[in-house]
């Protein structure tokens, strides 16, 4: 991989970093501070959940690498995340930090001058709390596809300055596309990554070290995996308001990864509030693959009807947008 640094994403002479945080150990504890720009945007002039729980992750390990050690053998790193407080906005300064305890981490971000943070995080090695039994009938479907591939897919729309599916960023991203997979009744959201040469340049570019993923990237990828996988299911766009992640092993650069989610549950508290349920993970993808879980989520979103009428007038190309959003 190159040393260079495209397109000025990094403050650091890193390259294969996510984040070039100036993280300061005090202890038990560990902090750093971020301003989030176009490098780091989600949602129109939102910073992307992604890259927010990157930085707890990156945090987590830049401290306390130690935690990270234990997955494999049955043991995964569990990560749950919390969204809360007040909203970030690009071109405001965030402060991530993270503190260790017997168990574990507990991380939280906020916003420069306040005091309640609007993403924490409990980061934890342990047995693994997911597993593919919980995800029923969502692995025999995604593992027939992992083996076979299929036909009966669809696009899903993307956006594009997004750090996850962004099409014409001028900074780099994870640059993926998203599709669903109609099987009867049961409507899967996925992805894939390592099989585009071009994803070294993109997905496999961000990573914790020279040999290893960046966790955040699957935390990404996961959450616009599962979430989408809850717009098409509701027809309505929404914010992610938990996620939980066990990570159960490190990806290296260029293995064929297969990211699914499928919405498990609608509810509606109230008149005007609806959320949903998710759940998925990340499987070895092709010919030979184990199909042992890389990662497993799951996770709750809350339904914004005023980010449906963005997502409407903002997302790519037209026509697969209206397949999506118009009335069932």
């Not at 025999?140 to 899903?156: C, F, R, S, W």
């Not at 998203?178 to 993109?202: K, M, S, W």
């Not at 959450?223 to 308001?241: I, K, M, N, P, Y």
Request: with cysteine; proline share 7%.
């Amino acid at each position: 991989m190159s040393d260079a640094n495209p397109k000025g994403f990094l403050d650091g002479p890193s390259s294969h970093l996510l984040f070039s945080i100036p993280f300061v150990s005090r202890g038990e504890e560990i902090e750093g501070s971020l301003c989030l720009d176009n490098r780091h945007q989600g949602w129109m002039e939102l910073p992307h959940g992604g890259v927010l729980m990157s930085c707890l992750l990156q945090a987590a390990h830049q401290g306390f690498e130690e935690i990270f050690a234990s997955r494999g053998e049955g043991q995964a790193v569990g990560a749950s995340f919390r969204w809360g407080g007040p909203t970030l906005f690009l071109g405001e300064e965030i402060v991530i930090s993270a503190r260790r305890d017997p168990a574990g981490v507990e991380g939280s971000i906020r916003k420069k001058g306040e005091d309640r943070p609007t993403l924490t995080a409990r980061i934890e090695p342990g047995p693994a709390k997911l597993s593919l039994k919980d995800l029923d009938p969502i692995p025999d479907i995604m593992e027939g596809l992992a083996k076979d591939g299929a036909d009966n897919t669809i696009p899903l729309p993307y956006s594009q300055n997004c750090f996850v599916c962004g099409s014409d960023r001028s900074l780099p991203g994870l640059e993926r596309r998203f599709y669903c997979l109609e099987n009867g009744d049961q409507r899967v959201v996925f992805t894939l990554a390592g099989i585009d040469p071009e994803d070294d340049a993109r997905f496999f570019w961000f990573r914790l070290s020279e040999d290893e993923v960046h966790p955040g990237a699957l935390a990404a990828v996961l959450d616009e995996t599962l979430g989408w996988s809850g717009f098409v299911a509701a027809r309505q766009g929404g914010v992610t308001v938990r996620l939980e992640i066990d990570f159960f092993r490190p990806v290296d650069p260029g293995e064929r990864l297969l990211f699914f989610g499928s919405c498990t549950r609608i509810r509606a508290s109230g008149p005007h509030r609806l959320f949903w349920y998710a759940a998925g993970g990340v499987l070895p993808f092709g010919a030979g693959a184990d199909l042992a879980p890389i990662a497993l989520a799951r996770g709750q979103w809350l339904a914004v009807p005023k980010l449906t009428e963005e997502m409407k007038n903002h997302l790519a190309p037209s026509e697969w947008v209206s397949r999506w959003f118009s009335c069932p």
